[in-house]
């Protein structure tokens, strides 16, 4: 499904305080009880929430993402604004690592008037963008393609990406733990993720509200390895001691 400007609003509230009931959800939304009956019962099918008995929750797992179309949608806003927030800090004629993830793709888009950029990349979706900008180069490396969302991954673009050392890695997660562990959900991807930013002069996360306290099975890094956060939403606690403790520059995308 593609949901409606209500059920992201309804889904953003559940993901930020990780379950709600149903009251307090037609109290936020300013709808009936049998409105958000009816959104919850669609998102619920569609995997995007669990139910429990008077409201829902996130769903449980730690193994597996969200399906990518529905990934594009949600928090779409979001991260539009934090894609123009990178891209203004991006300067022309400058090397970039990109990896998999609808926000990255998203910073591709806001990519489109640079020019001398350098990309490399293992996500197909944010070559396809960027080839279409003739001031840039795009180099895409080699790996086995995810068909849920062209992501490249295995060993071979592991090996790949050692080639290079950028200016600068642009990368997203799925997860931000309270421990300041980043976390993801395919291992084969986690090693590509690790080696971009063992390759990289800087490394620059952006990742939407939801990814805080989001779990997934995968250690990718630690917030400790990061030069600067970009974001959406002040980030909950504990994660501004976190992120003043590593140094890290959190840019909120307003």
């Known amino acids: 499904m593609n949901p409606n400007p209500r059920q992201l609003k309804l889904l953003q509230h559940v993901q930020k305080h990780h379950s709600s009931t149903v009251d307090e959800l037609a109290g936020h939304l300013g709808v009936t009880v049998q409105t958000v009956r009816r ?6 099918e ?24 529905q990934r594009e949608n949600l928090h779409a806003e979001g991260k539009r604004r934090i894609a123009l927030a990178v891209a203004q800090a991006v300067p022309n004629d400058c090397s970039l690592l990109i990896n998999i993830g609808t926000t990255t793709e998203a910073i591709a888009k806001a990519l489109m008037q640079h020019t001398g950029l350098r990309v490399i990349t ?9 080839s279409l900008n003739q001031n840039s ?21 592991v090996d790949f990406i050692h ?10 997660i799925s997860g931000i733990e309270a421990d300041g562990s980043l976390r993801d959900f395919d291992y084969r991807e986690v090693k590509v993720s690790q080696a971009i930013i063992s390759h990289a002069r800087e490394v620059w996360l952006a990742a939407d ?18 030069d ?15 992120l003043a403790r590593a140094q890290v520059r959190c840019d909120i995308a307003m």
């Open 122 to 130: 293992n996500n197909i979706n944010v070559a396809a963008i960027l």
């Open 46 to 69: 569609a995997g995007l929430l669990a139910r429990f008995h008077g409201g829902v929750r996130v769903p449980d797992s730690t193994i597996e993402n969200i399906a990518h179309h």
């Open 209 to 226: 509200a939801s990814k805080f306290n989001r779990l997934a099975m995968v250690r990718v890094a630690h917030l400790g390895q990061i």
């Open 163 to 172: 080639q290079f050392k950028v200016d600068i890695a642009l990368i997203g």
């Open 39 to 44: 959104d919850v019962q669609r998102l619920s």
């Open 137 to 157: 180069e795009v180099i895409v490396a080699g790996g086995v393609v995810r068909p849920r969302d062209h992501g490249i991954v295995g060993e071979a673009t």
């Open 228 to 242: 600067r956060l970009f974001t959406d939403e002040v980030p909950p606690d504990p994660f501004p001691d976190l």
